[in-house]
């Protein structure tokens, strides 16, 4: 379990916010790269300081939810978009998707002092040997991860990677291996569930010949959906193909 503060924070983009969180507990995180992600524990409104479980193995549930109500902090998963060891500093991007959302209300009016937790978690894109090239997929929340993989990709990586964003401000440049495709799809309809643009669009392309490792995340049905998809039209083994529900449309995630 480690405590750090908001260093700074940097808007992005109308739906991105940066939040960069430093401390000396950083010294013992086990960086992993690609989409490593962590649990991050947020104060909830009205408690004047963080609490947190004490352990950092599998009893952190049980302590989590033995404690009383007003102590108790939001718990959500967040990629680790950068981190510097030596700074100690790691920068998390989150999507603002409203106020609806205790994350995303946290880290659009977070300021530097802010308290947050934070436990290391591990990776879902395990690429085996011997893919001839990668399908990586995602919505704003797996923008981060995605951009993440990209840039420490090999250089000779081959693949095709579709990042589904709200809107065309959200889509910046990417440092890929020259031999990935890069497509932003960003969505023109403020109503439409994020996800569906990249379900629709990637069913509907032609894929490269060759065996895919694919690395599909965002909303659940994008994953769920994409990897039937990829299975029954595409013969790609169920092996060769990572996928997350990262979050669900109008479900709150679990504290
Ligand atoms: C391994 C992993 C890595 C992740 N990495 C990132 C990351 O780097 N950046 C990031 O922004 N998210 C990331 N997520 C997703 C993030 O954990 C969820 O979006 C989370 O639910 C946000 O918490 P919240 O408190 O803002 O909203 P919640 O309290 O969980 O949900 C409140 C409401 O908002 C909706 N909602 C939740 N997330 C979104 C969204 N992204 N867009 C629109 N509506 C939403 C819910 O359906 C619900 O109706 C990751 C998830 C996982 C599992």
Same mark, same amino acid.
């Given at each position: 379990?480690?405590? #750090?503060?908001?260093?700074?924070?940097?808007?992005?983009?109308?739906?991105?916010? #940066?939040?960069?969180?430093?401390?000396?507990?950083?010294?013992? *995180? &086990?960086?992993?790269?690609?989409?490593?992600?962590?649990?991050? *524990?947020?104060? $909830?409104?009205?408690?004047?300081?963080?609490?947190?479980?004490?352990?950092?193995?599998?009893?952190?549930?049980?302590?989590?939810?033995?404690?009383?109500?007003?102590?108790?902090?939001?718990?959500?998963?967040?990629?680790?978009?950068? *981190?510097?060891?030596?700074?100690?500093?790691?920068?998390?991007? *989150?999507? +603002?998707?409203? +106020?609806?959302?205790?994350?995303?209300?946290?880290?659009?009016?977070?300021?530097?002092? +802010?308290?947050?937790?934070?436990?290391?978690?591990?990776?879902?894109?395990?690429?085996?040997? !011997?893919? +001839?090239?990668?399908?990586?997929?995602?919505?704003?929340?797996?923008?981060?991860?995605?951009?993440?993989?990209?840039?420490? &990709?090999?250089?000779?990586?081959?693949?095709? @990677?579709?990042?589904?964003?709200?809107?065309?401000?959200?889509?910046?440049?990417?440092?890929?291996?020259?031999?990935?495709?890069?497509?932003?799809?960003?969505?023109?309809?403020?109503?439409?569930?994020?996800?569906?643009?990249?379900?629709? #669009?990637?069913?509907?392309?032609?894929?490269?010949?060759?065996?895919?490792?694919?690395?599909?995340?965002?909303?659940?049905?994008?994953?769920?959906?994409?990897?039937?998809?990829?299975?029954?039209?595409?013969?790609?083994?169920?092996?060769?193909? &990572?996928?997350? !529900?990262?979050?669900?449309?109008? $479900?709150? @995630?679990?504290?």
């Amino acid at each position: 379990m480690i405590r #750090t503060r908001v260093v700074r924070t940097e808007r992005l983009s109308k739906h991105f916010v #940066t939040v960069t969180l430093g401390g000396a507990g950083l010294a013992d *995180f &086990a960086f992993l790269g690609r989409d490593q992600f962590v649990r991050l *524990f947020l104060p $909830r409104a009205g408690q004047d300081r963080l609490h947190m479980p004490a352990d950092a193995d599998k009893r952190w549930v049980g302590q989590l939810h033995a404690m009383p109500p007003e102590r108790q902090p939001h718990v959500r998963s967040y990629s680790v978009r950068r *981190f510097d060891a030596e700074a100690l500093e790691m920068d998390i991007e *989150f999507v +603002d998707h409203g +106020d609806a959302g205790p994350a995303s209300a946290w880290a659009a009016g977070a300021v530097p002092g +802010d308290e947050a937790g934070l436990l290391a978690d591990g990776v879902y894109y395990l690429p085996p040997e !011997g893919a +001839d090239w990668h399908l990586l997929v995602g919505d704003e929340s797996a923008v981060p991860a995605l951009l993440s993989i990209l840039e420490q &990709a090999p250089a000779d990586l081959r693949g095709q @990677a579709y990042l589904e964003v709200p809107c065309a401000d959200d889509a910046r440049p990417v440092a890929a291996p020259a031999g990935v495709d890069v497509h932003w799809l960003a969505r023109t309809d403020p109503s439409a569930v994020p996800g569906r643009l990249a379900l629709e #669009t990637v069913r509907a392309a032609e894929l490269p010949e060759g065996r895919p490792y694919c690395f599909v995340a965002g909303e659940n049905t994008l994953p769920t959906e994409l990897r039937r998809a990829l299975v029954r039209r595409h013969g790609v083994p169920k092996d060769d193909i &990572a996928f997350v !529900g990262y979050w669900r449309h109008g $479900r709150a @995630a679990m504290d």
